[in-house]
């Protein structure tokens, strides 16, 4: 099936760690996306890709990093410079057209 | 900068009853519309879209309607149903980008059978 496959579903970060959350997508889009929900915040978008090796800083940025190395890909990495990283990340991607979500991961803090 | 404002956050219904969520955005560029229903632990799924150059779609029991000039637009969810229950999200593209959009914050609609 085509589709955006997010993993893992939940995952636990240290204080000091860096932790990756991986998003995979077979559907061919150009696009993908990284968001951050949190209740009663709605999505907010920390980065972006338009093609491969090329990706845009969004609304909420710093305390991630990114990378773009394939198509199919578009890792994100939590730092420990993000002080309040627990929260609902959910990855999506695009063609000419609306956005597909993968079912995100759930990041807390031990 | 650019906002979605989204309403009410909350809303509860009978089952058979309607259900209508608002939205208006800044943007006055903005030509693409579209709305996602989520479910708990799982990502936001589209349910309807609708381009600037329409004033409504329909796709059985739910309805978009847009007023460009007054820059909001609306769902609408006729004969509700309890697996209706959901957070729904309206969004708006910005910056000329057809894929970058803003979200509003969310409307929790609880239909009680």
């Known amino acids: 099936d085509g589709g955006i496959t997010q993993s893992p579903k939940y995952l636990f970060r240290k204080e000091g760690q860096n932790v990756t959350l991986s998003c995979e997508q077979n559907?061919?889009?150009?696009?993908m996306y990284w968001y951050r929900q949190d209740p009663g915040q709605g999505l907010r978008l920390i980065y972006y890709s338009q093609i491969v090796n090329d990706f845009q800083k969004g609304d909420i940025a710093e305390g991630y990093s990114v990378s773009r190395e394939k198509k199919e890909s578009f890792p994100l990495t939590v730092t420990s410079a993000q002080k309040n990283p627990t929260a609902f990340y959910l990855c999506a991607s695009s063609i000419n057209g609306p956005q597909h979500f993968g079912d995100g991961t759930r990041l807390s803090i031990l | 900068g650019e906002n979605v404002e989204q309403h009410p956050s909350t809303l509860s219904v009978q089952e058979g009853d309607s259900a209508v969520i608002k939205c208006t955005y800044s943007?006055?560029?903005?030509?693409?519309f579209p709305w996602y229903k989520q479910e708990l632990g799982k990502g936001p799924q589209l349910i309807i879209d609708?381009?600037?150059?329409?004033g409504e779609k329909k796709d059985q029991r739910i309805a978009v309607t847009l007023n460009k000039t007054a820059k909001h637009f609306s769902l609408h969810i006729t004969e509700t149903q309890p697996e209706d229950s959901a957070v729904y999200f309206c969004?708006?593209?910005?910056?000329?980008?057809?894929?970058?959009?803003?979200f509003g914050k969310g409307t929790k609609l609880s239909v009680k059978p």
């Open positions: 559907l061919n889009h150009d696009a």
């Open positions: 969004a708006a593209v910005y910056g000329g980008s057809q894929g970058n959009l803003i």
């Open positions: 943007d006055s560029a903005s030509n693409y």
């Open positions: 609708i381009r600037s150059n329409v």
